[in-house]
Structure formats: structure tokens, C-alpha cells
């Protein structure tokens, strides 16, 4: 029965693709095919999964505590050195979390948190050092609250932007005390192809890579003037349009600056979520080979979870159709390890009662063919299992 209602809730996110697609129309004929493969995904080996793991900005603002570039060189690389012990080839590195970046930027006002070292250099020298793959990972439209932003500043293009009051206006939204690039605007489009322009031209990373933070809210005063200009009559569609073109420039922007970069994105696990909430079309992504290279659904769930249970929920993405451009890996949620997940119901209790519960999830990701690999949030959450967990998590990983 599980099944029958999985197969259930794909079709009608693929109906529901059709009928967006139809009704907000095509442009794939400008943008280059992506045709990205396991070579591509710069592991070392091409048989070798891709095991990588999320560095959050909060980890990065503890390994650039010190402002001596030497002494926080040296936190990097133990750092990678531990993650490795996991068998972490890949990682995904927070460069820019809310509008402010941890390298020099044309577009990005610089987070002082790095105290003016250029944290991503760092970085990219010792993952490269460490024959580890480093994706630079950015939150495409959320920046800071108005009184932070009020306090930076600079001329990098975001400042400029928000210190005139009519570009502040036009580029702009602004939603419970927080600021966000506008959704609907092409100047974001141009600001985000510009931001990926900058970084795969100076820092070379193996790819570019933004999670699942598109529209803050449900409601329609969030940009009201922009959909009413756009003539649209289905307020969920068009914004759904508007993500998903802004899909298709970062995708084309990474491809310009390097064919064989990926652009991968990090989707909430919950398709119907991602669909009705973020305005989120995933399925139309995976189908369209012109959005993405990588997809990686955060599936930070238990098998018991009420809502999402994860082998029902791993099966509805298998179920996703997928451009042959399109590769799939899968996120796993190493912070719930020993934690009650209050939002799980009668499971509430695995991540507690059940060791090994994520070294499980690892093996059937790491086992499945379908998927190239398994991605763990986050780094700290990685290093800070018991013994228990971090064994049998090695021991899977190395049996892979």
C-alpha cells in the first residue's frame, strides 16, 4: 500500500509539472546541455561515490576565529584531515549564507566574521592539498535583517543596492524584518550569474551549489506589485516560473564559466513541500536537464517518521523522472544522531533508540545505483558521534 500511495504522489507531481510547464512555457534551446557524469563530479576515481559533507557558515565563522591567515590555514586542514577519517571526498563549502561572503567580492559585502582573510582561498588550497573536491554552496535570495545591512559597508553591488532607496525598491524584497533578492527580478538573475562568474573564474571549484531557501512565505503580500505587473493569473505558477528561470541562469552562468562544473542543488525531502511551499519544482528540474546537474533532497528522516517515512521517501525521488544530464545523490542527517526529532511523530524517538541508524541510511544510498552518492549534514554533527556510530558509519562507507 505504501508503494501504491508513492507511485500515487509522484504521478500527481508530474501532472502538476506538466500543467506548470504548459502554462508558463519552455526555453531550453539557448542553454547548453550539461551531460555531466561521475568524471565530472571531480571524484578521483570514477567507481568512487561521492561522499561529501555540508561545511555551514557556523563552523566556518569557528575555524576563522583567529585573524592570522597561518593559524586558521592550519584549522582548516586538521579539519579536512578528520573529515576524511569518514571517507569525505566532496565538500560543500558555505561562502555566502546572508548576502555576505567569506572571500573579496565585487557583489557581496564580506562577512567580518572572517575578519578580512580570504577564507574560501584557504580552503581551496587545502581541500586541493587533500585530493578533496570543494563546491561552493550559496543561499541564492536570503541576505540579513534591515538594521544589519543598515551597518555594512563598502561598493560591493548588494550595498549599492540597498543604500539607494530606488534600487533598494526594484532589486530588492523585504518580508519580517529580513531582506532577500527579489525572486521576480531579472537584476537578480544578472547579480547571481555575476556572483558564479566571479567565483568559478578565480577559484576554480569543482562546481557551485545552493540549498532549498527560494520564496520565504506563503503569502501573497510578499510581492504583490511584481505579480500583479506580470499579468500572471496563478500566483503559485508564476512563482514557480520565476525559480526555476533562475535555475536555468545559474545553471547557464556555471556552464559559461566551465563546462565540466556542477550546479547542484539541495531541495527540501519533502516533495510536496518543495512544490507548494518554496515553489520548488523538482520534478520539472529533474526532467528538464537544463536546471541542474545534481540534485541532492535533503532526506532527514527516520523509517518510522509519520510524515516522510525515508525508504517510502527515498523511493519517490527514485520515481522522479531524470534527464540523462542529471545525476542524484542523497542528504542524510548526521545532527540527528542521538536527538529526539520532535516533528516525526510515533518515530520521534529512532535517532535515539536505534544506533546505527545513519550508518543504515548510508549503506542503501551508498548500495543504490540510481544515486552517486550520499551528502551529511553537517561537518561538526559528523565529527561528534559516539564511537559507536562513528564506527559502524566507517566501516560502511569503507565496505562501499
Avoid at 68 to 96: I, K, M, P, W
Wanted: proline content about 4%; hydrophobic content about 40%; aromatic content about 10%.
Amino acid at each position: 500500500m505504501k508503494r501504491i500511495i508513492c507511485v500515487i504522489a509522484a504521478a500527481l507531481m508530474l501532472l502538476c509539472t506538466a500543467c506548470s510547464a504548459s502554462a508558463a512555457g519552455t526555453d531550453t534551446d539557448a542553454l547548453p546541455p550539461g551531460g555531466q557524469s561521475l568524471q565530472q563530479l571531480h571524484l578521483s576515481d570514477a567507481r568512487q561515490k561521492l561522499c561529501g559533507v555540508w561545511v555551514p557558515y557556523f563552523i566556518c565563522d569557528r575555524l576563522f576565529a583567529s585573524d592570522d591567515a597561518q593559524t586558521c590555514a592550519g584549522n582548516v586542514r586538521s579539519y579536512l584531515q578528520e573529515l576524511q577519517v569518514f571517507g569525505v571526498n566532496t565538500v560543500f563549502l558555505h561562502v555566502c549564507a546572508f548576502g555576505e561572503s567569506i572571500y573579496p567580492s565585487a557583489y557581496y559585502p564580506q562577512s567580518p566574521t572572517v575578519h578580512g582573510l580570504n577564507a574560501l582561498q584557504i580552503f581551496r588550497e587545502a581541500c586541493e592539498d587533500a585530493g578533496m573536491a570543494l563546491h561552493v554552496w550559496l543561499n541564492p535570495l536570503r541576505l540579513q535583517t534591515k538594521a544589519y545591512m543598515e551597518e555594512q559597508r563598502g561598493d560591493a553591488e548588494l550595498v549599492t543596492w540597498f543604500t539607494n532607496s530606488a534600487l533598494r525598491k526594484t532589486h530588492l524584497s523585504e518580508w519580517d524584518g529580513r531582506y532577500y533578492l527579489n525572486p521576480a527580478a531579472d537584476s537578480t538573475r544578472s547579480f547571481l550569474a555575476g556572483v558564479i562568474s566571479e567565483l568559478i573564474e578565480t577559484y576554480h571549484p569543482a562546481g557551485v551549489h545552493i540549498d532549498d531557501y527560494f520564496y520565504p512565505t506563503v503569502e501573497p503580500a510578499f510581492d504583490s506589485a511584481d505579480y500583479s505587473a506580470s499579468g500572471s493569473k496563478d500566483l503559485a505558477a508564476w512563482r514557480r516560473q520565476n525559480i526555476t528561470a533562475l535555475l536555468k541562469t545559474m545553471y547557464q552562468a556555471v556552464h559559461t564559466a566551465d563546462k565540466n562544473a556542477v550546479f547542484s542543488i539541495s531541495p527540501q525531502g519533502n516533495l510536496l513541500q518543495n512544490y507548494d511551499t518554496l515553489y520548488a519544482d523538482v520534478a520539472a528540474w529533474c526532467a528538464a536537464g537544463d536546471c541542474c546537474d545534481l540534485l541532492i533532497p535533503q532526506i532527514y528522516f527516520g523509517y518510522r517518521n509519520e510524515l516522510c517515512p525515508f525508504a517510502e521517501t527515498v523511493e519517490e525521488w527514485m520515481l522522479l523522472p531524470r534527464a540523462d544530464s542529471v545525476q542524484m545523490a542523497v542528504g542524510l542527517a548526521a545532527y540527528k544522531v542521538g536527538e529526539e526529532d520532535n516533528f516525526a511523530g510515533d518515530g520521534s524517538r529512532e535517532w535515539i533508540s536505534e544506533p546505527g541508524l545513519l550508518a543504515r541510511q548510508t549503506a542503501e544510498i551508498l548500495g543504490e545505483p540510481e544515486f552517486c552518492g550520499a551528502v551529511w549534514y553537517h561537518s561538526d554533527a559528523l565529527l561528534g558521534l559516539s564511537a559507536q556510530e562513528r564506527d559502524a558509519l566507517i566501516r560502511t562507507v569503507l565496505e562501499k
